[in-house]
């Protein structure tokens, strides 16, 4: 069966400071990979995918920058966190042509 | 982009049906109507979908109107483990959540 893994589970970090979240999926091959984040008591909002190594989207400019080194590893960096950068962080996956999504446990990121 | 309405929130009794409705009165011939759920300081989980028929798995059952433009996810004996933020959406590849029924299940 597969499994999305996220980590760290929670990270507190002051605004300047890099950023590094990691997603890896296991079970699979060549998935669709996601990078979602959540303010509190909001919905999704979709900030990069993957439909493959090295291959990148982004749907919202920001100060957040994705890599995917491996088939099965998705990077969610930053070079300098702002304090708007706080929130629920989600990683997902799915299969090329398939809808559903399956979700990651996510990081709570909270920058002071 | 088609959009969907849900309540804010509902209440049920434990062990009792739940009826969740979503309108989608906008919804195009070829979108799919996904369900999921999100229980607190989790990521959402896929709950259920579909296109015209009614569904059932062993979570719920997705009942579709005959004009699309409206369904239920229908959880046929709710638990306390169901207390969670459902949400309902079309085009399963654009995730955009919007903020969902808050169910609260009562003992």
């Known amino acids: 069966s597969q499994t999305i893994h996220q980590w760290p589970a929670t990270l507190v970090q002051p605004v300047g400071s890099p950023l590094s979240l990691e997603c890896t999926v296991e079970?699979?091959?060549?998935?669709?990979l996601y990078w979602y984040r959540q303010a509190a008591g909001r919905g999704l909002q979709l900030l990069f995918y993957?439909?493959?190594?090295?291959?990148i989207s982004s749907e919202v400019p920001q100060n957040l920058s994705a890599s995917r080194p491996q088939d099965r590893q998705f990077i969610l960096s930053s070079k300098k966190l702002l304090l708007s950068d706080s929130g629920f962080y989600l990683c997902?996956?799915?299969?090329?042509?398939?809808?559903?999504?399956?979700f990651g446990p996510g990081t709570r990121l909270l920058v002071l | 982009d088609a959009k969907t309405t849900q309540p804010n929130s509902m209440e049920s009794n434990e062990e009792e049906p739940v009826h969740l409705p979503c309108n989608h009165s906008?919804?195009?011939?070829?979108?799919?109507i996904h369900w999921y759920r999100q229980l607190p300081s989790q990521g959402p989980e896929y709950v259920i979908h579909?296109?015209?028929s009614n569904v059932n798995n062993r979570m719920a059952s997705l009942a579709i109107a005959e004009d699309r433009k409206s369904s239920t996810l229908i959880l046929h004996r709710a638990t306390l483990r169901d207390a969670a933020v459902y949400y309902c959406?079309?085009?399963?590849?654009?995730?955009?959540f919007g903020a969902g029924t808050r169910l609260t299940v009562k003992p």
């Open positions: 997902a996956w799915n299969r090329g042509g398939q809808e559903t999504q399956y």
């Open positions: 079970g699979t091959s060549n998935p669709n």
């Open positions: 993957s439909i493959g190594i090295g291959q």
């Open positions: 906008t919804i195009s011939g070829t979108d799919y």
């Open positions: 579909g296109l015209t």
């Open positions: 959406i079309l085009r399963g590849y654009d995730m955009r």
